[in-house]
Each structure stands twice: as C-alpha cells, then as structure tokens.
C-alpha cells in the first residue's frame, strides 16, 4: 500500500542538501509549502447564493476585487472574475474540496484539487523584492504592491501566482509543478 | 613600458594610487584607475588607433564619448573577446587587451590604403556600382565584400561572462546626470517621486566633470557630489552610473545596459517610467575641411574633458578652430595645462571682447575671421593651413597662413542628442536662431533639457533641468516645488556662425577629402555626387553615400551630412531633415541582451512528476514542446532502434509502460458543458454515457483537423477532455476564447489539470493481470469494465481514475494520478510487473505502436490543411448538429475529388524504411516537372509485423489501395511501394477490446 502522506512536490532532488528550506542568498530564504492545500474554484460570483455558500463552507468571503486575497482559515487568492486559488493549512484541509464542492454543485461552480499540480514556494527576506524584480515585470513596491496583494504574471519565463503576506514582508510564488524545477534553478542562480 | 608622456602632474579624476596595465596591437602601456581606454591610450601619447573602413586612412581618437567613429577596438581574446568596443566608453582595467581591427601588415603601413590613392573609384554608390555585373560574379564579389568589411571578430566560443535582466519601476526616470539631470533629479526627488537617474559616465555631473567652474560659489565637483549624496539620502531615489540608455520603446518603456564589473559583466534594465526627463546632453559637431580625419584632430570639447576627468592634455601644440564660443573654453584649458595654443581661429568676424580678452590674456592670439582649411601630416596633425574668410561658402581660400601643431581642436556647434525623443515618436525641428535640430513635440510621457534642448550656457541647463523635474513630478500627481537654482557666471554670448563644409584651396568636389562620416568614409564630394545624380530624399542619400551608416550611426557627422546636402540642394536644412533615430542609441552586447537565458535557463524545462526514475533508468530525452520526454530506455549495448525493438515487441506480449503525463488534461463542468461541447467536437457528445469514453477531434474554423483527444464523460455536466502534449495550452485557450468572447452565455468552466494529475499507461496483454495484482477496488473484466469507459478506483491504494483507452492496439488501462503520489505509483507498478517483465517504453516505441495500428499523430501526419474525411474519420462528423469548422468542410475544395488522403505504404522489397517527408510520385523518369503526389508522414521498422511500414499523404489515396507508386529516397534513389489501408495491425480491434 501507498502512504498517502508521503506527498511529494518533486523537488526532492533539488533541495535535498537543505531539506524543504534553503537559504537562496544571505538576503532570501526559500521554503516549499507542500502541506498546503491548493484548491481552484470557479464559478459566478453574481450568483445568488454561491459567495453565501463558499463563505459558510470555507468559513471566510471570496475576494471579489482584482488582485486581492482574503485571510481566514484559508487565504484566498482572487484570480479572475470567476476564479479563485484556496490556500489551505488547515488540519482537516484535504476535507475542505469536499465540503466545498458540495456546497457549491448546486450553483453551477467548479472545485479541483489542485495540489499535486501546483508547488508553493515560500520566499523571505529582505532581498526578495530584488529578486523578483529580475524576472517579473510587476511592480513590487509597497505603494504598488499592497500587503495581501496577489497577481498571475511571469516569473522568469515561469507563469506564475504571486502573493504578498499581510505583513508585507514575504512573497508566496505559486508555480506549476512540471515548471517548479526551471523556476527553482532560476531562483537559485539569480539569488 | 612606454611613459605616459602625455599625463598631467596633477588634476583629473583619476586615481594614482591604483595604476594599471594594458596592451593596445601588442605593446604595453599604463594607465589609472578611472581612465577609459582613449584616456589612457592619449595619456600614452598614441595616435594612430584604427585604419578607416574604405580607404584605410591612418585614424586617430576624436571623441571621448559615444559619438566616437575611430577607436572602435576589438577587446581581449578568444571566448571573452568583444568586437566593436568604443575605447572612449571602455573603462580601462588591470591587464586589459585591445587591438585594431584594421590595418594589414601593420596599422602604420597598411596595404590596402592604396584604396586613398584611387579614392575615385571608392566614391558614393561604389558598391552598387562596382559589384552589380556581371550578376553571376556575385558569389565572388560578396566573399571579397565579406572579408574586408567589419568592425572586428565575434567571438567563437560560448561567452564566459554572466549577465542579468532587472525591471524597475519608477514616476520619474532621468536619462543624463548632467547639471539639467541632476537638477530635475532633485527637483523629483524632494517632492517624494521614486526616481531612476541614469548615466553613461563613470560618475555623474556630465560636462561638469573635473571642472573648475562656480557652481552657487564653490567649485562644480563639489556641487554635484552635494547634490548626489542628496539624492542618494532618498529611499525611492536609485542613481545608475555606467548606465547607457539605449532604447525609448512604447508606453515609457526605456531599456537601459549598465556596465557591472566583477563577475556580473552587464545589466539591463527594464525601466517603466511614468514620466521620463531626457537630459542627455549634447554632442559637439565637427567641420569638414580637407584631410580632417587626422589624427590629431579632436573635438574641442573632448580636449577639454581628456585634461579635466582624465588630467591627459592630447597635444603640446594646438590649435583650436571655432565657429562658436564652446571652445574658447578648450583653448583655456589647453593652456592651463601646459600646451602652446598657436591660435585660436574663429571663422566670426567679431566676437564679444569679453571673450577674446580672457584668451588672448593667457597669450594666445586670436584670429577672428579665418579658417582652418586644410591639414597636413599623414599619420598625424604636423600643421594647419588657415585662410582669412568673409563667410563666402563657394570662395576659394587663399591659405595663406601654415601654422605648426600637433593637435587641432575643432567645434563646429552642437547637436542636441535628440535620439531617445525621437525613438520614443517625438517630432523634430530646426532651430534656425540656435541652427540645430531640437526636440519638438513629445508623443510619450516625455520632456527634454538641457543642452540636449538647445539650451547653451550652464545657467540655462541648471533651470531647464529644474523646471523638467518639477513638471515631471505634478505630471505623477506629486506636489513638488521649485528648488532654488545655484547662482552660476553669466556670459555674453555671440551667436554662432553656421559653417558646415569649410572652403577649400579647390573646388569641393576635387579638394583633399573633406570628411563627415568617418566610419564610412562618407566625404562632401560623395554627397555632392549623389545630389548629381539625382538623389534628393536624406534617407536615399544616406543609402547611397553610407552617411551614418556606421555604428556610431552618425552621431559624429550626420547632422553635418544634412546641412551639406541642404546646401547642395540649395535647400533649407529645415526642409532636409533627418534620418529615422532607431534603437539602440549605442550598439549593445548580445550577452546582456540574453541575460541569464542561457544554457539550461534558456527555455523552461518541463518535467513530469515521474522524471526522475526515467533519468536514473538511463532514458535517452526528447523535447516535445518544453517537455523532456523519454525518448527510448537503452540497456547496454543498445542504441535507438534496437532498444525501440525490443520495447515494442515487450508491450505487444505482455507489458509496456509509459509515462503519458505531458497530456494536456482539461476539466470541464457546469450547466451548459453539454451544449459547449457539442458546438466544440464533431461527435455527439450528449449521447455519451456517463463513464464513457470517446475519441475526440478538434476542428479548427477551417474544418482542418487541429487537436485530437480522448473525452470522457464523468457526470451529467462534467467532462474530462486531453489534447496533445504540444497543443494543451493553445486548446485550452482557444476553448476559453470561445467562452469568453462568442459564447459567454454559456455557464461553463475549464480548469487545466495538466500538472495536476499524471497519467501512466500500462499496454499490453498482461496489464489486466497486473492491476488486479497491485489490488484494485473494482472488477477489471472486459465485461464490466469495456473498451472506452473509464472508472474511478483504488489503486494499490491510491485513488486514481482508471481509463481502458488504447493508443498501441492492446489492451491497456491509463491510470490517471494525483502528481503527488505519481512516481509512488509508478514504482508500485515496476516492482510488481518484474514478474511479467514489465518495459518502460519511450516517444518513440509510442509513435511505433500508434504507427502499426494506424492511429494519427496530429501535427505529424496532419499540418493543418487536412480534414477528418482525409484521415477516413468521417464517421465521426455528425450529421444532425453544428460544430466548430462544419461549414467549412461543405467547401468546394474540402469535397473535391483527388484530395490527399491517410493510406498505408508497404515497400516492395520488404525492407526499405521510407524517409519521413519523402515525395511520392506515380513513375520514376517523368518528364521535369514530375507531379508529386503525396507524401509520407510516418515511418518506422515494426519489428512486430518483421517489416517497415509508413503512414502517407496520397492523392485520392483511398480508392487506390493495391497500386505500386514510388518514393524518393533523396540522392536519386527511388523504392517501389504499395498503398494499403493505414492498420497494419490487428484491424479487427481484437487486442484493444480484450
């Protein structure tokens, strides 16, 4: 039998020497989150009744403004008019794409898990702006760029999803997992 | 080592502390920190740099910038080696190695400067004259054109230098730190604007540089290191030093190349500004007199820099020839360093005596109304002939004056640097009051100042600048006041007289050469001639004389190009104009350009959740998109065909497994996926059950097939569709814009689950056995689970998706998993298929197995002008309903007979493997032209069925089953083939159904 908790983001190769946190620089440390759940959602959010039925099933609001997420639980990520990425650390995350596609089968919405697809990597320190500003185009000062902030850009030649935290000091890059290993080698080589 | 015989005692920007060495053609020279490459070659008291491009004249350093068209060197050797380098923009480093690009046996005697003799024949329009006829000598003449023309050598091995992209983002970007830049930079900067300054010098201040004139009463080195430790103090201020502007693209995109040092060679910078000040300055002129590409003759104002940034005084006797008052400055400075000034000769009658005091008090003699008309000296300035002038262009000069000196210092006026305002769209005008072309109109977020807007004197720049920043500033929405201005000296100005070409002893067009484009060679008789000839237009003259064609592109003698054609013309300047200003300002490296893309971080390298066990496996990679896919798994000794033999023949008697991954996977549900679907696929996809599957084709508008799928229904308003590898992210593109764009009525969602799950195929005739040893929560048997249906199950304990679709012909399950657990899962099934001798196969055994059994690789045997009737799948194009590209397929020519058409090809011989793209055609001999007929898409050895086979294209292909046709081998060798159907194995589907 396979142990299902032995989820694997298929970095190991790469980060091996340094375990799931490396020190990309005496500026950046990089952490890969893969005990996050990752959830898309798609759906109408004009809808009556579907932002209702996602808030009682995540237990927050969807973000409805461009480019914002919301903190809760979950964080959400707002990627579209009618699509979102939940970010989940909770104890009981791999339960909540159940429960929240059943709250939400009856207004027509979408849930996919997509975890296994996607790796989070966790980018801190003072030099991470600088670090991004070499392969993303976005505009990453804080008069630009509020805390809690996310946007679909390129990261190097990467499509990725970029969050600033609530406290404005560290940057979570979402990126696909067949273009985790390019980004990390990048990453590591402009560090 | 040669004594830096040309270095002042003191002064400079240098630092003496930190001497340096250098090689310029094989000697060794010294230099200082802080010198450029010019600075430490003059310093050296050498003069003959370069031979020109055309007529191999002896050239020397004239500039000490950009607009530099002589000391283009080449730098260092082998993979590091940089051809066309600017001496004057090369900051001199420890061990640095340059060389002359030209110059054959030797730079002072040079073979080819016969060319000068005949200059003639090297006139305007040469080349199209010379090596037009006859037209089949062309070969020759472009391999003799080839290997005289260039600029120095590229290197030959991968560039060891690392270089880097950066993007910036900024209100106001200030391109210049001259006394206009540093002033809008300030002004910017203090209303709180986040500000980008960039300069080209090693250290800002411009012009300003090493000078000793009061600025708001101290000396101007102090006042400019005040205002940048100001501008420093800003947290949202960044000042770039050794930073060249090169580009003004769209939307005040401005793209800057930074010199670094250290490892890190070069940076670029990606800037988008929401307002630009351009306070680049402004580029002296020359004047076109006979032989004035001696060496020796400089512009005035890089005289005056070579003495104050790098305490170098370029001769010890000078001259000095103005038609305006910039370079009494220069006859100062040359004084104050030592060298004789023979006389200062200024074609302008009358001159304010405030000016011409302060020179002649220092005991020069001034010659007002006279004209430097001619130079003597071949490989250096030995002398000047001037001549008195009444400022009568077409009078013959009477030369009446020889004057001895090693150094001639010229200004002809000055050129604002209008280049990035016009890159950027703006307009252009002649001033006829400052007789230079100025910025006009912007057409982006852009103003000009400075001398680079026609501005002269200092406290002219320092308010322009001022005024530039502050509007810049309000322009972001800042509210930014007026810094006060430092109190500067004040002087009465005369006007500057225009002169371009300085009368000769002769007539122009028989004179000793008057140069305006010193790279090209490009001379007054040339542009008289193409005026002779009936050129009119600046941009046809420029083709036709090579004016500006160099890498400085004219930035020396283009505007001086113009006025001569204005007057040849008989026209106003006004009404010549210019020609187009194109980035980059100044050539930029291919390295920086590339960036970090190099190597392995070219291309992003897509790789499947199982990738590493292929690659401990020893798998051979291709690239299928940005995909690396294994390719074949070799075992000792094997090479690709072997290895692919034996792979197919393993998955055809027991089984093959392959890591399909790289599928595109796209998830699709909501209320109206049915009717979406419907319009997307040719089949009828409402009919489908739920857990079945179908094959499914995608029409493009055109009715060509684009991308092919399996489809399966996973619930009443939700379906699972793939694609190719390679068109996943177009499908799933082209799905949205129809969402999007046409249909956004429908309620459908599409959720790309490409990455998310990997799908592995196990084929052959033992997978049944296989899954039902690894434990699997649902019956496998045929009867339950049948041919095209899909399951959800449990899988040796993971959850997956269990597909029974086939693409070799045997029975097969692809298991779809969450990417997480994929290489588990993956090693679950190596481990238990030992017993069966289970085979990891790769694109190739793929594309082999696919072949046998006829099935379509779209993209390889389509190329988007073939339609489903041509691959025989118009069973599959329902006829009740409308789809994507329906219309087109009732087009006449998609239903004319003799369409090319999907068959099968046997060789005769039975052993001929066909070239993949090989023509076939009815007979061998034909006559010329022989009618191709079709050609083959597929082909492979199938060491299953013992022979080769091919896929093909054939005209009305279908209706000639059974006929011999032929197929070119390439070199005139040709096999006999027979067309079958395209299922060489197992056509009655009995394998895949098991």
Redesign the interface.
Known sequence: ????S?????L??LVGAHGDREQLSATVTLEIR?AVRQL?L???PGKAGLRTAAEEALGQALPVQPNATTAGPHTICWLGP?EWLVLSATPDAANVATALEQALSKH???V???????VLLHLAGSGVRDLL???????F?P??FAPGACAQSGL???NVLIRLDEDGEAFDVVV????A???L??LR??A | MARQTNRLGSGGRIDRSRPLRFRFNGRDYGGYEGDTLASALLANGVRLVNRSFKLHRPRGIIGCGAEEPNAILQLGSGAGTLPNQRATQVSLYDGLEARSTRGWPSLRFDASSVNDLFGRVFSAGFYYKTFMFPQRWWDYYEAFIRRSAGLGVAPDRPDPDRY??????CDVLVVGAGPAGLMAALAAARSGA?VILADQQREPGGSLVGSDLPIGGRPADEWIAAVVDELREFD?VRVLTHSIVFGYHDHNFVTIAQECGGDMRERLW?V?ARQVVLAQGAFERPLAFCNNDRPGVMLASAVSAYIKRYAVCPGRRAVVFTNNDSAYQCALDLAHAGATVGALVDSRGSVSSELTDRVEAVGIPVLHGHIVTDVRGRLSVGGVRVARWNGDTDARADNSIDIRCDLLAVSGGWNPAVHLHSQAGGAIAWDERRHCFVPAESRQANRSAGSGNGRWSLADCLRDGRDAGVAAARSCGFDAAEPELPVVEERDETPLQPLWRVPAARDPDSCPKQFLDFQNDTCVADVRLAVREGYRNVEHVKRYTALGFGTDQGKLGNITGMAVLAETLGAPVASVGTTTFRPPFTPVSFGVCAG??VG??Y???????I??WHVSAGAAFENVGQ?HRPWYFPRAGEDLNSAVARECLATRRSIGILDASTLGKI?V???DAVAFLERIYPHKVGRMAVGRCAYGLMLGEDGMVMDDGVMTRLGD?RYYLTTTTGGAARVLAWLESWLQTEWPDL?V???S??????TISVAGPNSRRLLEKL?CSIDLSREQFPFMSMRQADL???PVQLFRVSFSGELAFEINV????????WQ?LMDAGREFEITPYGTETMHVLRAEKGFVIVGQDTDGSVTPIDLGLERMLAKDKDFLGKRSLARPDCVREGRKQLVGLLSADGRTVLREGAQLIEEPGAAHPVPMIGHVTSSYMSDCLGHPIALALVAGGRSRHGETIHASLGAGSIATVTIVPPVFYDPQNERQHD
């Open positions: 039998m396979t142990d299902l032995q989820r694997r983001h298929g190991e190769t893969a898309n798609r759906g109408d009618d027509g919405a979408a996919n898990d997509v975890s296994g697809g996607q500003a070499k392969g993303c185009t976005l505009d000062h008069r630009a190097a030649k990467a696909r997992r067949s273009f290993d390019y980004l080698r990048w080589h402009a | 880097e992209h950066r993007n910036a983002h986040r949202d990606r988008r970090e893309g392995e971080l291309d992003p390298v897509r790789k499947t959740a990738h590493e995909w998830d549900q909501g209320r308003r309620e969602y599409l959720t689950l490409t990455d998310q799950l990997s434990g040796a304990g993971l969450d990417s997480a657990h994929a290489l588990a899962l679950t």
